[in-house]
């Protein structure tokens, strides 16, 4: 395996989007790569990534504008 082919442990596999939904409403969820966050337009709200794990907690988010 090349450097290109291996991820990094900090990004987030995008896979994941399939089966992650937003814990407050159900909808389903953006991947916002230059801010490292989930985004749930539902309940705009946007949910950090922390080293490559998506924190789905409500008390984590932060509201979007």
């Given at each position: 395996m090349t450097d290109t082919q291996t991820p990094r442990t900090t990004d987030f596999d995008r896979?994941?989007?399939e089966a992650l939904i937003c814990p407050k409403t159900?909808?389903?969820l953006d991947y916002?790569?230059?801010k490292h966050e989930l985004i749930?337009?539902?309940a705009h709200l946007a949910f950090p990534i922390r080293n490559g794990i998506p924190i789905m907690l409500l008390?984590?988010?932060r509201p979007l504008d």
């Amino acid at each position: 395996m090349t450097d290109t082919q291996t991820p990094r442990t900090t990004d987030f596999d995008r896979r994941m989007l399939e089966a992650l939904i937003c814990p407050k409403t159900g909808a389903r969820l953006d991947y916002d790569a230059d801010k490292h966050e989930l985004i749930s337009k539902a309940a705009h709200l946007a949910f950090p990534i922390r080293n490559g794990i998506p924190i789905m907690l409500l008390d984590e988010a932060r509201p979007l504008d």
